[in-house]
Nanobody, 121 residues
Framework: RLVESGGGLVQAGGSLRLACAAS????????MGWFRQAPGKEREFVAA????????NYADSVKGRFTISRDNTKNTGYLQMNSLKFEDTAVYLC????????????????WGQGTQVTVSS
């Protein structure tokens, strides 16, 4: 089970740090990804990180602004979001997957409920 936290309302240009807490130690065995979904839009890949944190992948829209990380000793993943833009507004979901960091959402088998991020312009 995955639980996201850290969302909220922030002004454009601001920062937020999302966390994804897993209830099981198996978290450390899987790729972790962050996705987002805005109202009326499809789920969108944001970032992914490998088990050992040696590989990451980012959507072009967040590259250079967002940083994904994980702490397997705490069964927790993170998404540091800087220079937030209005178009980053969405529900952010974390997920565990069996594929590589470039695999599609179909490779993710466990999803959190999401945390709302709202960026005011």
């Amino acid at each position: 089970r995955l639980v996201e936290s850290g969302g909220g309302l922030v002004q454009a240009g601001g920062s937020l740090r999302l966390a994804c807490a897993a209830s099981e130690d198996t978290f450390s065995k899987y790729t972790m990804g962050w996705f987002r979904q805005a109202p009326g839009k499809e789920r969108e890949f944001v970032a992914a990180i490998s088990v050992s944190s040696d590989e990451t992948n980012y959507a072009d829209s967040v590259k250079g602004r967002f940083t994904i990380s994980r702490d397997n000793t705490k069964n927790t993943g993170y998404l540091q979001m800087n220079s937030l833009k209005f178009e980053d507004t969405a529900v952010y979901l974390c997920a565990s997957g069996i594929g590589s960091v470039v695999a599609g959402w179909q490779s993710y088998f466990s999803w959190g409920q999401g945390t709302q991020v709202t960026v005011s312009s």
